[in-house]
């Protein structure tokens, strides 16, 4: 079965370092890929997205994500944190010869230092 | 845009009771999604719909909980009868596909139920 592997469950960082989060996911057709953040108490707000092309996409937030295909990766980075940046962040996957359904990681919770 | 809407916002109902939530889609979207959300689990999805037709629902745990689309800019989600292991944050996206193209999906706000 497809899957979408995050593998820290949580992370702290302080405020201004940088930080990259990890996203795998199984190999299959070629993969659309995206990054959610969601806010305690809110729903998911879309980061950015890869389909095709340039494999360094820049999003909102001062965020940008990497898709290397021969590692099944997309990592989210951001070279200086703000305390706001403080939630929870999902890496979502759709594939070409699927059905139009995203499959999930389990999230990554960020906290913030001061 | 509103964005997509559900209501309610929050529920809270006993053992055995009829709940239904809604959702109303980003206008011109005609894919629409129903996700659960908790610590174990994670983010689920549910059911999904395509111009109104369910698509896929074997992410629908029983028999209990249903859906529904009776058009472009309505869905429902039942549970009937609710149990307190239902309770969840249930979320409803919403994108516009077009053949084999992917687009992402607006996420609503979530409906936290509590079953009792």
């Known amino acids: 079965a497809q899957s979408v592997t995050q593998p820290d469950i949580h992370i702290t960082v302080s405020e201004g370092a940088s930080l990259e989060l990890r996203c795998n996911y199984s190999?299959?057709?070629?993969?659309?890929l995206f990054w959610y953040v969601q806010s305690p108490g809110q729903g998911l707000q879309l980061l950015l997205k890869?389909?095709?092309?340039?494999?360094l996409v820049q999003g909102i937030k001062g965020f940008e994500a990497e898709f290397k295909r021969s590692q099944s990766s997309f990592n989210l980075r951001k070279p200086s944190v703000h305390w706001s940046d403080a939630a929870e962040y999902f890496c979502?996957?759709?594939?070409?010869?699927?059905?139009?359904?995203?499959?999930f990681g389990q999230g990554t919770r960020l906290t913030i230092n001061p | 845009d509103a964005g997509v809407i559900q209501s309610p916002r929050h529920e809270v109902t006993e053992m055995g009771q009829e709940v239904t939530l809604r959702c109303k889609p980003i206008?011109?979207?005609?894919?629409l999604f129903w996700y659960r959300q908790t610590m174990m689990r994670g983010l689920e999805l549910l059911i999904y719909?395509?111009?109104?037709?369910?698509?896929?629902d074997s992410g629908m745990p029983e028999d209990r909980f249903s859906a529904k689309m009776p058009n472009a800019s309505f869905s429902t989600l039942k549970i009937q009868p609710s149990e307190p292991r239902d309770s969840a944050v249930y979320f409803c996206?919403?994108?516009?596909?077009?053949?084999?193209?992917?687009?992402?999906?607006?996420f609503g706000p979530g409906t936290r139920l509590t079953v009792l």
């Open positions: 996206a919403s994108s516009f596909t077009s053949g084999g193209s992917r687009n992402e999906q607006f």
């Open positions: 190999y299959g057709a070629t993969p659309y």
């Open positions: 890869y389909f095709s092309g340039d494999t």
């Open positions: 979502a996957v759709g594939w070409s010869s699927g059905a139009q359904k995203l499959v």
């Open positions: 206008s011109g979207h005609n894919s």
């Open positions: 719909f395509n111009n109104n037709v369910p698509i896929d």
